[in-house]
């Protein structure tokens, strides 16, 4: 059952720190001072590694996509629809990884196939023990996630990032003991998130608008995208989202009154300082903006209004920004009296390509 909540995605929504000590456990040294993914003990790869997933999934390949290069690792995300193993470099050198939390998207499917085909070496980073998706690729890490029933992806998106940093680890062979601390603590973040967020205030006053954007830089722009995603899909409201150096090379000709930017604003320094210097760009067309920080101070002179998270490491911010949007759309929903489970004309798996 829904266990007191108004909707699953509430439910899972809320089960998010639960998700992610069910994702870690087991799979860190005592002291955390390394990765231990028992799955991936007998493949050593340092070649290409392409990620291929739809959706919310190809959100967290993205981010995915960002881990494994920061950690050295060459590699590169596709939308499974357009995975194209006759046009692309793929071989027996590349690792392609499959993310889908049902482990039964036809798009995705097709594409690990074609890897396979090609004589890629592949991985299912999927939620389903024995999907297809499992049964498909020679390697397996599930998310451990447990069931999502609301059709619009929460939990399994957090647990797909967090399992793709294990596997970014793994692969780039790197240990990063400040990190993975961070990780240890990331349940009491989103908890602390979850206790304190005024999004069902905030959602009141936007649920009006006409549009909405999501901005943000570097490791926020997966999270810009699957903000404006979550929008659409729960609230059929439209939403964008886009890297804020775009915002000036087009989309602010849409900026009103009635269209709150939301900005992703953390880790400060220059990604920090150049998203502000955008921000200002939105103020001055009065669009009403709404910044996502862990530091109050370096917004306030810029932002109608302010949802706070906790300070962590760089790269979980964004896992930490994104709880805030997913709640920000549950909400504006609620407003407007929308099927939050089953929004219209969408399945939770899609079986056709
Ligand atoms: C959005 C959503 C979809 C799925 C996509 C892929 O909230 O849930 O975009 O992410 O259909 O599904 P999986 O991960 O099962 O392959």
């Known amino acids: 059952g829904k266990s007191g909540y108004g909707h699953y995605m509430l439910k899972e929504i809320n089960e998010q720190p639960q998700a992610i000590r069910q994702c870690l456990q087991g799979r860190t040294s005592e002291h955390q001072q390394s990765v231990l993914l028992e799955e991936l003990a007998d493949l050593d790869h340092d070649g290409l590694v392409q990620l291929v997933a739809c959706g919310t999934s190809y959100h967290a390949a993205m981010y995915g996509e960002q881990l494994l290069q920061e950690r050295g690792m060459q590699a590169q995300s596709f939308f499974a629809s357009e995975y194209d193993a006759d046009r692309i470099a793929v071989d027996n050198e590349t690792l392609v990884i499959g993310v889908t939390q049902s482990g039964e998207t036809a798009d995705t499917l097709s594409a690990l196939r074609e890897a396979n085909r090609a004589g890629a070496a592949t991985l299912a980073v999927t939620n389903v023990v024995g999907s297809s998706a499992a049964r498909e690729c020679e390697y397996v890490v599930y998310i451990r ?91 059929y409201k439209h939403a964008e989202g886009f890297p804020s150096g775009e915002l000036k090379h087009g989309p602010l000709a849409l900026l009103t009154p009635n269209t709150p ?53 760089p790269w979980l911010a964004p896992v930490l920004a994104n709880v805030q949007l997913q709640l920000l759309s549950y909400w504006v929903a609620t407003r407007l009296g929308r099927p939050i489970d089953k929004p219209r004309h969408l399945a939770k798996t899609v079986t056709v390509e």
């Open 261 to 313: 930017v939301i900005a992703l604003v953390t880790n400060g320094g220059e990604t920090a300082t150049k998203t502000i210097g955008n921000v200002n760009e939105v103020a001055a067309r009065d669009a009403p903006v709404i910044a996502v920080t862990d530091a109050r101070e370096s917004v306030e002179g810029v932002s109608d209004t302010v949802l706070e998270v906790p300070r962590t490491h």
């Open 145 to 235: 996630a447990g069931p999502e029933i609301s059709v619009a992806a929460t939990k399994s998106f957090v647990s797909q990032q967090i399992t793709l940093a294990l596997i970014a680890s793994t692969l780039a062979d790197v240990s990063l003991p400040r990190f993975l601390r961070a990780l240890q603590r990331l349940p009491d973040h989103i908890q602390r998130v979850l206790d304190r967020t005024t999004t069902p205030a905030v959602a009141s006053e936007i649920a009006d608008s006409e549009a909405y954007f999501f901005i943000g830089r570097g490791t926020h722009v997966p999270v810009a995208l699957e903000g404006a995603l979550k929008m659409k899909e729960i609230t």
